[in-house]
């Protein structure tokens, strides 16, 4: 019912800059929380960042100061302006919805997306 499609990945070089977007679509009546998460080759997932749909944010003490998460809720899309790109945040990155509340059912779920490769190399 739920499908998140996430673009903007890449091959860029240490110190570039990517942005990457998810846009949620379906039967959505709302969604608390947009984000982000990423996990490298035998690694496990880690959070990036999140964000409230009041706006409030929290990141992974990595990537604070070079990324920036934003949503716009009447598009139910969520961005992540990542700067500053190091070979470490080479990753899988993957988008999340959670806490979404469907039209027609009750409860509340968590979507997640199929991923976006964001390799950082020179």
């Known amino acids: 019912q739920v499908q998140l499609v996430e673009s903007g990945g890449g091959l860029v070089q240490p110190g570039g800059s990517l942005r990457l977007s998810c846009a949620a679509s379906?039967?959505?009546?709302?969604?608390?929380?947009m984000g982000w998460h990423r996990q490298a080759p035998g690694k496990q997932r880690e959070l990036v960042a999140h964000?409230?749909?009041?706006?409030?944010?929290n990141y992974a003490d990595s990537v604070k100061g070079r990324f920036t998460i934003s949503r716009d809720n009447a598009k139910n899309t969520v961005y992540l302006q990542m700067n500053s790109l190091k070979p470490e945040d080479t990753a899988v990155y993957y988008c999340?919805?959670?806490?979404?509340?469907?039209?027609?059912?009750?409860?509340?779920?968590?979507?997640w997306g199929q991923g976006t490769q964001v390799t950082v190399s020179s």
């Open positions: 999340n919805a959670d806490r979404v509340t469907i039209a027609t059912m009750g409860g509340r779920y968590e979507y």
């Open positions: 379906g039967s959505i009546f709302s969604i608390d929380i």
């Open positions: 964000i409230t749909s009041g706006g409030s944010t």
